[in-house]
């Protein structure tokens, strides 16, 4: 109470009318706690759970234009089709090591942790990542 006192007494007695703006306890950090319990949720999915569980498609499910991680070798990889041409990445962003998801409108790999994009060959577009991600080789009998 003290505190608002202060910031409503300008210079001589004078009424702030930035009181409310200068108030230190105008925010409320956990006002919107569902958001953030959210966002916590696909951080611990995306960092845990997803690493845990193997992809059910295969190779040849994918169709011209369309992205997913699939499983190979015991491996998950991501791939991305174009025509004939199979664009294969290590679907664990170069930041902290999300699983990545495919953007089939951009035709990206997105961080759904905290944003970083890639092209369909793993080449960085922007986030807090810098680098681009490794492609992985996968052999033709697939």
């Not at 007494?9 to 009181?19: C, L, Q, T």
């Not at 699983?99 to 990206?108: A, P, Q, R, V």
């Amino acid at each position: 109470m003290l505190q608002v006192i202060l910031y409503e007494i300008w210079f001589f007695g004078v009424p702030n009318n930035y009181a409310e703006v200068f108030n230190s306890t105008r925010f409320h950090p956990l006002k919107n706690h569902e958001e953030m319990l959210g966002q916590i949720k696909q951080t611990v999915k995306s960092l845990a759970l997803d690493k845990i569980k193997l992809p059910k498609e295969v190779i040849t499910d994918l169709e011209s234009g369309d992205g997913k991680i699939i499983e190979i070798n015991g491996n998950k990889v991501g791939v991305y089709r174009k025509g004939n041409n199979f664009y294969t990445i290590d679907p664990v962003c170069s930041h902290l090591g999300c699983e990545l998801s495919f953007n089939g409108l951009e035709k990206t790999w997105d961080c759904p942790c905290h944003g970083s994009r890639f092209t369909y060959t793993g080449k960085h577009i922007n986030g807090p990542a810098v680098k681009d991600l490794e492609s992985v080789q996968i052999g033709d009998d697939l």
